[in-house]
């Protein structure tokens, strides 16, 4: 069933955090999380999952060339890092001490920032 009003999905990563890649090519690495598209469930992390990219030339950028940088990363493959002790783990929701609903790490049970 699609949201009504907030039509922005609740997501267990957001920018900042520094996420494990649990499949996939760059499987084992860890990375901080630099941008997340909503739209795709991607999220592009720094360092990870490089492609390349050819440039034609340009008025702006006249010597064109092959560029390398980073591709989104299905969300689905990207597990949360706990900031407390440095080990993946999963997320849930629940209310803190004053009323409002925050992320906390099912493996410690802390709030998570």
Known sequence: MERKYNKQPKLHIRKGDTVLVIAGDDRGKQGKVMEILTAKNRAVVEGLNMV????????????????KMEAG????????????????????????????LQRYSKKTGEFIK
């Open 73 to 100: 990363i299905h969300l689905s493959n990207l597990q949360l890092v706990d900031p407390a002790n440095g080990k993946p783990t999963r997320i849930g929701r629940k209310r803190n001490e004053k009323g409002k």
């Open 52 to 67: 390349t990219k050819h440039q034609k030339p340009s008025a702006g950028k006249p010597e064109g060339g092959i560029k």
